[in-house]
């Protein structure tokens, strides 16, 4: 029954659907950053009104408006028009009727209360103004919808609608609406996209201006190929990754990739707005993948001392010329055994312009590109010849006491390259493993660790020792400050094949400073040693963290070990002297002190057991053996309480005495 009334409505409409522009303008050109966003630059189509028409996918609508500018000198832009977020909702807003009321003849009826109507149903036809519908069941259970009308004579007609029932409404404005209605649901089956009117004024001549907006688009992602090809140097090439994700296809677009990573920021300007929740990861990682290496710090330095130099130029490398590429490609096949074919075939096409600004690298692509919507699209973006040194590498801490295999690699193309997932080849043997590779500025180095090096071990021991550094008395305190220092001994057993450049990472301690003879460079969070194993040989590499600590302690205080400790660290023989005797003094003060609190136990001892005594005498008959016995016991504490007052009084006068000699020498300090 809803397809029968639904062919009826459409074929009562009295104007088509909104129709939404098909040529939105040529794509010029786009540059994908590394910030998840595209800039499209397109030409500009104008009609006769002086307005831009273009359409864009529903979920772009949002960046665009707070994007889009009009390029070119002429005219001036008076604002932009589009759809609502919910245009089909808001077309049932104004009209008599649901948007679930069309779903049936019955349904629209009931909704249609008091209209003028025509409906036919099984060969019946009857005409009047709406007073209801009645639901009943058949004999078969089945429902029955009986409408009931009222002619122009005021008799009462009934109809049983059957699935042939046909509604014409008399009323003009009412099938106006239905129209109107499901023009509305036709667009709105199909609510993906959205033209948005730009009117421009003063602009009549399309070649004149274009349009710049920037929408989300998929991260161009960097895949390295690095041969290693044994003589401290290695070919490097990168190819960039990316999808046309845009909802149209290019066709002859000028595509340039940039590293920045600005600031990017969204708002529902055109949708509903929800708080988004953080989605919290799987970690499927493996235990022995390092971190990306972020680099030695300590270029900086090393670039600092050497300004006024004259940079060296990129290797010849970076812009290889194709009769040397000729030369490689004939070498590579001459001795497929020890240079694998399938490693080398990864020559570059047409060079890409890459240059380098404050903050980001740009890579212009060579020529225009057609991509077909959502296909991926592989070009590469560099190919240069690099420095390279094959190191093991060792992070302190590692559950692994094997180093793992890496190289290192200093970026002498003359353009920072972004970070990326990288492929290493040997250039005799062939592929040796897998690595992540950082942001690389130029003139920069990284490791790359790609596998574990099971020929070499290496083991670490931990020392740790105090000293007291140095001494000062003042007003009665001690300030001493104390050098904690914590030695760490990197144990290397070489592989008994070959010679080892094992690099080791040491943490860097908050607060603590760092010395080592084998120190070689640092990174923001490890300090970096470096040593040269010979084959079959071990080699001891040492790391010492220090931290001064300074504290202050009251010597009146003091404990006597301690004193005798701090005098047995100061070189300063009158003040030697004087903590043995302080410490001597305060030996002797705290042995009376002990006395003094032994006698005070005892006298509270002897105290409650004579209350014991006190309650139990009143518990006994007068005259009774038991009671003597406990005036007896009575008496006898009387005369122990008062002999432990009398010693104490002597003890605390010895305490007193040994107190004032601590304060005599204390004061002079």
Do not use: C
């Amino acid at each position: 029954m809803l397809k029968h009334v639904t062919a009826i409505l459409l074929l009562s409409a009295s104007f088509p659907a909104f129709s939404l522009a098909a040529d939105n303008g040529a794509i010029r050109s786009i540059t994908l950053s590394s910030g998840g966003l595209a800039q499209v630059s397109r030409s500009a189509d104008i009609n006769g009104d002086g307005v831009i028409r273009i359409e864009v996918p529903l979920d772009q609508v949002d960046d665009i408006l707070k994007s889009l500018v009009v390029d070119g000198s002429a005219g001036s832009v008076a604002g932009m028009s589009l759809a609502g977020p919910q245009p089909l909702q808001e077309a049932f807003k104004g009209l008599p009727f649901s948007l679930e009321a069309l779903s049936s003849v019955p349904s629209l009826l009931t909704s249609m209360q008091g209209a003028k109507v025509a409906v036919a149903s099984g060969g019946k036809t009857v005409e009047g103004n709406i007073l209801g519908i009645e639901t009943r069941k058949a004999d078969g259970k089945a429902t029955v919808y009986l409408l009931t009308v009222i002619d122009k004579d005021g008799a009462v007609e009934t109809l049983a609608l059957g699935e042939d029932a046909s509604v014409r409404f008399d009323d003009p404005n009412t099938r106006a609406k239905l129209a109107q209605a499901t023009a509305a649901i036709a667009r709105g089956k199909n609510d993906r996209t959205r033209a948005i009117d730009i009117k421009v004024n003063g602009v009549k001549n399309s070649s004149d201006i274009g349009l710049t907006y920037v929408v989300p688009s998929p991260i161009w992602k960097t895949a390295y190929k690095v041969v290693i090809e044994g003589n401290e140097m290695a070919r490097l090439q990168a190819w960039t990754v990316l999808e046309n994700a845009s909802g149209e296809d290019w066709k002859g677009v000028k595509l340039t990739l940039t590293s920045a990573e600005p600031v990017t920021l969204k708002q529902g300007l055109h949708q509903l707005y929800w708080r988004e929740r953080q989605e919290v990861p799987v970690n499927t990682a493996s235990d022995n993948v390092p971190d990306p290496d972020s680099g030695d710090l300590s270029n900086r330095r090393r670039l600092a001392s050497s300004i006024g130099v004259p940079a060296m130029p990129a290797p010849a490398g970076a812009a290889r010329s194709e009769a040397r590429k000729m030369a490689d490609a004939q070498a590579y096949a001459t001795d497929e055994l020890e240079q694998p074919a399938a490693p080398m075939q990864v020559a570059a096409g047409n060079p890409t312009a890459a240059t380098e600004s404050d903050i980001s690298a740009t890579f212009e692509l060579p020529g225009t590109y057609d991509l077909a919507n959502g296909d991926t699209l592989s070009v590469p973006i560099m190919d240069a010849d690099v420095e390279a040194d094959m190191v093991d590498m060792y992070r302190a801490g590692s559950t692994l006491h094997n180093p793992i295999a890496a190289v290192m690699l200093k970026n002498t193309t003359g353009v920072s390259m972004p970070a990326g997932i990288l492929t290493l080849y040997d250039s005799k043997t062939g592929y040796i493993g897998d690595s992540q590779l950082s942001a690389l500025p130029k003139d920069d180095t990284r490791l790359a660790s790609f596998a574990t090096d099971r020929k070499v071990s290496i083991s670490e021991q931990q020392t740790p020792t105090e000293e007291i550094a140095s001494l000062k008395v003042s007003d009665g305190m001690m300030q001493a400050v104390v050098k904690y220092r914590q030695t760490t001994t990197y144990t290397v057993s070489g592989a008994l094949d070959g010679e080892r450049t094992v690099l080791i990472e040491h943490p860097i301690r908050d607060g603590w400073s760092f010395s080592s003879t084998d120190s070689f460079g640092k990174t923001a969070t490890h300090q970096r040693l470096k040593a040269v194993v010979p084959a079959g040989s071990e080699k001891t590499l040492t790391a010492v963290d220090e931290q001064l600590q300074s504290n202050s302690y009251a010597l009146v205080d003091a404990e006597p070990d301690t004193l005798i400790g701090w005098s047995a660290s100061t070189h300063d023989k009158a003040l030697t002297d004087k903590l043995a005797n302080l410490a001597d003094a305060r030996k002797r003060q705290v042995a009376v002190q002990n006395d003094l609190a032994s006698l005070d136990s005892e006298i509270e001892k002897t105290t409650s057991e004579q209350e014991r005594i006190r309650q139990n005498l009143g518990a006994v008959p007068d005259n009774s053996d038991l009671k003597k016995r406990y005036l007896k016991a009575l008496a006898d504490s009387e005369d122990q309480i008062a002999a432990l007052n009398e010693r104490r009084v002597a003890v605390q006068e010895e305490s007193d005495r040994r107190s004032d000699k601590v304060a005599e020498i204390i004061s002079a300090f």
